[in-house]
Nanobody, 121 residues
Framework: QVQVVESGGGLVQAGGSLRLSCTAS????????MGWYRQAPGKQRELVAT???????NYADSVKGRFTSSGDNAKNTVYLQMNSLKPEDTAVYYC???????????????WGQGTQVTVSS
C-alpha cells in the first residue's frame, strides 16, 4: 500500500507565509504526478497546484504568483510554498500523489489526510 502524509499547516496572519510538505511512502515504483487541493468550509474541493515528474507546474489563477510547488523525487516529497497569504486561502489542504506501485502496474492516486491552514485578517 501507499501512505501520503501532509504537514506544515497552521495559523498565520494575512500577508504571512507557510510551507506545506507531503511525503508518500510504501510500495512505490514511480511517482507520476503530485498535486495540492484545498477545501474551504461549505465549498467544493478545488485544485491549487499540480507538478509533474518533470517538474513542470500549473496553478489555480487564485494563487498564481503567490504559491510555488516543488518536488523531490528522491524523497517522494512535494512542497507548497505559500506566500502573501490571504484570509480566503483558509482551507484544509490536501496532497494527492499519483503512484505506480511495484505490486500493480496501473497508476492510482493516493490522498493525504489534509492539513488545516488558517489565515487571520
Amino acid at each position: 500500500q501507499v501512505q501520503v502524509v501532509e504537514s506544515g499547516g497552521g495559523l498565520v496572519q494575512a500577508g504571512g507565509s507557510l510551507r506545506l510538505s507531503c511525503t508518500a511512502s510504501g510500495d512505490i515504483a514511480r511517482i507520476n504526478a503530485m498535486g495540492w487541493y484545498r477545501q474551504a468550509p461549505g465549498k467544493q474541493r478545488e485544485l491549487v497546484a499540480t507538478i509533474a515528474r518533470s517538474g513542470s507546474s500549473n496553478y489555480a489563477d487564485s494563487v498564481k504568483g503567490r504559491f510555488t510547488s516543488s518536488g523531490d523525487n528522491a524523497k517522494n516529497t512535494v512542497y507548497l510554498q505559500m506566500n502573501s497569504l490571504k484570509p480566503e486561502d483558509t482551507a484544509v489542504y490536501y496532497c494527492a500523489q499519483t503512484v505506480t506501485r511495484y505490486a500493480n502496474p496501473f497508476p492510482a492516486t493516493y490522498w493525504g489526510q489534509g492539513t488545516q491552514v488558517t489565515v487571520s485578517s
